[in-house]
């Protein structure tokens, strides 16, 4: 397993941008899949976006064309560039990586877009 850590959450306005980070404590380069989840408050966690080793991403269709997913196997980080942010995206984001089937979780961060 490895442990992540979210971060770059917080409050925006609607149709504001936020780039959330998720920095591992080791390499990512080996690490088939990234990705990024998100709970609203009475939600299951839902996918949001998935990128593999070789750069492959796929996106949620209720992110396509506003967020996108990328990482830095050099600096151990899977990103979340957000733009045109909807109050519906208020949620808790979260990291995932799989490797070989053995999946880890970050703590999370908060996003909180304002109408």
């Known amino acids: 397993q490895v442990q992540l850590v979210e971060s770059g959450g917080g409050l925006v306005q609607a149709g504001g941008s936020l780039r959330l980070s998720c920095v591992a404590a080791?390499?990512?380069?080996?690490?088939?899949?990234m990705a990024w989840y998100r709970q609203a408050p009475g939600n299951q966690r839902a996918l949001v976006a998935t990128?593999?080793?070789?750069?492959?991403?796929k996106y949620a269709d209720f992110v396509q064309g506003r967020f996108t997913i990328s990482r830095d196997n050099a600096e151990n980080t899977v990103y979340l560039q957000m733009y045109s942010l909807k109050p519906e995206d208020t949620a808790v984001y979260y990291c995932?990586?799989?490797?070989?089937?053995?999946?880890?979780w970050g703590q999370g961060t908060q996003v909180t877009v304002s109408s």
């Open positions: 995932l990586s799989n490797e070989h089937g053995s999946l880890s």
């Open positions: 080791r390499s990512i380069f080996s690490i088939a899949v």
């Open positions: 990128i593999t080793s070789g750069g492959t991403t």
